[in-house]
């Protein structure tokens, strides 16, 4: 069974600052992984696919690398609409399973 | 714009059947490159998956293992929508249950859940 982490639990970061976000896996996902953005009342809407391709109309200030167990998603300049919860997540193909990770809150410092 | 509008109860009793419906509009149920999920969302259990409708020739459904024996989907092209059920409900079934699609490109690439319903609170009480 794949096990999703995030790191850290809480970031608290100064509007205009960057933000840098960590999801592990306890086994190689290759480059399946992708990470969404939610706000208080809304689902969640998907930011990166594929470990670093940005999804459709998301702005280039969101950006995903890694692969393997070791993923980070980075968001510059961070502005008032960017603090939220955001959390990883994995598609196994076989056995076909959807697997969260527990979130990360950015908060403002 | 694909647009998935949800609908069904806020409150279930114990034991009882939860139904809940998924209209798509935008896209097809039945479309080749798409899966139709459930996922619920709660604070004590966060996002949990539980499973997928789509279809490839054929009709296909993946349960969650943690709801396999109570769970079922059905999809319905004359509507384009699917629905969930969840049999013998307890207090833990109680969450926010979300439909989203799932979308796939060449050779089954997987492009994430890319489009989602708004949500439905669902608690189970007496």
């Known amino acids: 069974e794949i096990v999703m982490t995030q790191s850290p639990a809480t970031l608290s970061v100064s509007p205009g600052e960057r933000a840098t976000l960590s999801c592990r896996a306890n086994?190689?996902?290759?480059?399946?992984l992708a990470w969404y953005q939610q706000t208080p009342g809304q689902p969640p809407r998907l930011l990166i696919y594929g470990a670093s391709t940005r999804a459709t109309g998301i702005p280039a200030k969101f950006s995903g690398s890694g692969s393997g167990t070791e993923f980070t998603l980075t968001i510059s300049s961070l502005q008032s609409e960017d603090f939220a919860v955001y959390f990883c997540?994995?598609?196994?193909?076989?056995?076909?399973?959807?697997?969260f990770g527990p979130g990360t809150k950015v908060d403002f410092k | 714009q694909v647009q998935l509008q949800q609908s069904g109860p806020g409150l279930v009793k114990p034991s009882q059947t939860l139904s809940l419906t998924c209209v798509i509009s935008?896209?097809?149920?039945?479309?080749?490159?798409?899966?139709w999920n459930w996922i619920r969302q709660s604070p004590s259990r966060g996002l949990e998956w539980l499973g997928r409708t789509y279809y490839r020739s054929k009709w296909y459904n993946d349960y969650a293992l943690s709801v396999k024996s109570r769970i079922s989907f059905v999809a319905d092209t004359s509507k384009n929508q699917c629905s969930l059920q969840l049999t013998s409900v307890t207090p833990e079934d109680t969450a926010v249950y979300y439909c989203?699609?799932?979308?796939?490109?060449?050779?089954?690439?997987?492009?994430?859940?890319?489009?989602w319903g708004q949500g439905i609170m669902v608690t189970v009480s007496s």
């Open positions: 997540q994995h598609f196994n193909n076989w056995p076909p399973a959807v697997t």
């Open positions: 086994q190689s996902i290759g480059t399946n």
């Open positions: 989203a699609r799932m979308s796939f490109g060449f050779r089954n690439y997987y492009y994430g859940l890319d489009f």
């Open positions: 935008g896209d097809s149920v039945s479309s080749n490159t798409a899966a």
